[in-house]
Antibody, heavy 121, light 107 residues
């Protein structure tokens, strides 16, 4: 059974960085890309980027370029998302989501439970 | 970026009603359209992928249709557990984007 378990809630000050983890189990970690999606309070879903756990190559949304870094540790089947230079607008729930495909059509079939990041002075 | 516009933004319906939610893209995305359900305080759950394919374990009262720019999610007979927010999502071209959501509330 596939599980994605994320790290706990974080409170950070403006300008700080946060690193969220997502531990995968129940499948071959290196065979599925992992994405990160965030959701500000009462708002919709925003795609942040993705990482290939096999190669460690990451691709980021333009909105977060220069502030986000996605990494992985194959020994623990864990992916990480680090966001720097935090501002109040970064307060949100951050989800990891595994990608599967139907031919070339990608979709998120499993999601982590979410990690609430609060940015406040 | 590809914009997805859902309508309506919210609706009120009764148990047993047939509910239809639409998602319109500002350019053709072929069949690269997925639907998710989200309940408060939880992660989204996949309902439909590639426009019309029912994800494993999802009740058959959910269905999806459409291609190109216009897509529809239909719930044939609304159940109490279906009161939630529904999002469409395109994976045609990066950055992947989501609709703004449709909140389905109890009438």
């Amino acid at each position: 059974q596939v599980h994605l378990v994320q790290s706990g809630a974080e409170v950070k000050k403006p300008g700080a960085s946060v690193k969220v983890s997502c531990k995968a189990s129940g499948y071959t970690f290196t065979k599925y890309y992992m994405h990160w999606v965030r959701q500000a309070p009462g708002q919709g879903l925003e795609w942040m980027g993705m990482i290939n756990p096999s190669s460690s190559r990451a691709t980021y949304a333009q909105t977060f370029q220069g502030r986000v870094t996605m990494t992985r540790d194959t020994s623990t089947s864990t992916v990480y998302m680090e966001l720097s230079s935090l501002r109040s607008e970064d307060s949100a729930v951050y989800h990891c989501a595994r990608v599967s495909s139907h031919w070339t059509i990608y979709y998120f079939d499993y999601w982590g439970q979410g990690t609430l990041v609060t940015v406040s002075s | 970026d590809i914009q997805l516009t859902q309508s309506p933004s919210s609706l009120s319906a009764s148990v047993g009603d047939r509910v239809t939610i639409t998602c319109r893209a500002n350019q053709s995305i072929n069949l690269y359209l997925n639907w998710y359900e989200q309940k408060p305080g939880t992660a989204p759950n996949l309902l439909i992928y590639a426009a019309s394919n029912l994800h494993s374990g999802v009740p058959s009262r959910f269905s999806g249709s459409g291609s190109g720019t216009d897509f529809t999610l239909t719930i044939s007979s609304l159940q109490p557990e279906d009161f939630a927010t529904y999002y469409c999502h395109q994976s045609y071209s990066p950055p992947q984007t989501f609709g703004q959501g449709t909140k389905v509330e109890i009438k």
